[in-house]
């Protein structure tokens, strides 16, 4: 299995509240990758055995589009971005602003 990984506060934050179902999605974080203005984490599902991006889009501070309280200018982008193969593939996945 997957090391787990430390995954800075604001991030955290944004997770805890953005109401995901599994709760223990955070235990469950293997990587991460980021730009200047664009963030993702790796999760392992290991019971779907797949690995899915969550990633946040830096916006500044204040109100997002979408009337949500951004957390130090990030906010969520995607809440499921996969399934990737292995945490090598995520990794080499080309940066871009989102993986959308």
Do not use: C
């Not at 730009?35 to 599902?45: K, M, V, Y």
């Not at 889009?57 to 990737?84: C, K, L, M, T």
């Amino acid at each position: 299995m997957p090391k787990q990984i430390a995954i800075a506060p604001h991030f955290r934050q944004l997770i805890e509240v953005y109401g995901f179902e599994d709760t223990k999605l955070l235990d469950k974080a293997v990587a991460t990758r980021s730009s200047e203005d664009w963030f993702a984490i790796l999760f392992h599902d290991t019971e779907a055995e797949e690995f899915f991006a969550v990633d946040f889009a830096y916006y500044g501070r204040g109100q997002s589009p979408h009337g949500i309280d951004r957390i130090e200018g990030w906010e969520i982008q995607n809440d499921y971005v996969g399934p990737f193969e292995s945490i090598k593939e995520f990794k080499n996945e080309e940066l871009k602003q989102s993986f959308f």
